[in-house]
């Protein structure tokens, strides 16, 4: 029996890094999946592996940060699948790295819009689809960024992907006698195309390695198991939280 067995799995930002990783182990454990990314090329091509791999998966391209995509994200899963029994809510977009002053309102507001808001928006249209279900599991990614630890020139994503952690309290505490479990993912530096942009010299990969009691930046595949145990029945009693899959940022000293 694998983990996920007969469960319905949306996932965002399934076209790279954590989300591609997500896509490729969620459905070796047997869920079927509707993926969600913006471009629609590579975003086939995962649906494509996952379906090479004797998997179920289909792509649904758009932004997050559309209200009319989430709606379609549950249509499809409804429509192709049956229902939906998980949502990992996982793109998102650092936006400019800088100094607060020097960063646009529009900036700012647009990064909210895809770490936060999107939120908000999946949140709406995947609780009553998961209660209709009987219940189910949310997983929203977040960071160790601004809520263990600041991190300079991250101001608009810090302030967003802290955000999520409070909403996740109140639907957690909203939908636990309604069979939904409601948690975020706080992954520390993981290498993808987002944590090569950020850790972007050798100098500035070797601090970011450093800042953790491992000394290195993680796999995408270390941080999609994590998920995993989020999305699973594996973490049946587990509602509410801000799981650190950091390697140790926040303890770390020397
Ligand atoms: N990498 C790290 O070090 C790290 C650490 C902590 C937390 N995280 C978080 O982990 C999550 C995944 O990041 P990653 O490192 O795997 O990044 P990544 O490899 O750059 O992947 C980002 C994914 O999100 C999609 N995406 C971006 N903006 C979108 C939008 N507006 N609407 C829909 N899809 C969008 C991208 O596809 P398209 O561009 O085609 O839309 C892509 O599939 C993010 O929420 C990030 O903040 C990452």
Not at 83 to 93: K, P, R, V
Not at 164 to 192: F, K
Request: hydrophobic letters at 50%.
């Amino acid at each position: 029996m694998s983990r996920l067995d007969n469960k319905v799995a949306i996932i965002t930002g399934a076209s790279s890094g954590i989300g591609r990783a997500a896509a490729l182990l969620f459905a070796r454990q047997g869920a079927r999946l509707v993926l969600s990314a913006r471009g629609r090329e590579r975003l086939d091509a995962v649906a494509a592996d996952v379906r090479a791999a004797g998997g179920a998966a289909i792509a649904v391209p758009g932004d997050v940060s559309d209200e009319a995509h989430h709606r379609a994200l549950v249509d499809a899963a409804q429509a192709e699948f049956g229902g939906l029994d998980i949502a990992f809510n996982n793109a998102g977009t650092t936006g400019p790295i800088g100094p607060l002053p020097a960063l646009a309102a529009a900036d700012w507001q647009a990064v909210l819009d895809v770490n936060l808001t999107s939120a908000f928006l999946a949140a709406k249209y995947q609780l009553p689809a998961l209660e209709a279900r009987g219940g189910g599991a949310v997983v929203f990614t977040s960071t160790f960024v601004g809520y263990t630890a600041g991190f300079p020139g991250l101001a608009a994503y810090a302030a967003s992907k802290s955000g999520l952690i409070g909403l996740v309290q109140v639907l957690a505490s909203e939908y636990g006698q309604r069979g939904v479990r409601v948690n975020a993912l706080l992954p520390g530096a993981t290498d993808t195309p987002m944590g090569r942009a950020v850790a972007n010299t050798p100098e500035a990969r070797e601090f970011i390695a450093g800042l953790n009691a491992f000394k290195r930046i993680a796999a995408p595949e270390e941080i999609a198991q994590a998920a995993l145990f989020l999305c699973s029945d594996a973490s049946s009693f587990t509602t509410g939280t801000a799981m650190l899959a950091d390697g140790g940022v926040s303890i770390n000293r020397v």
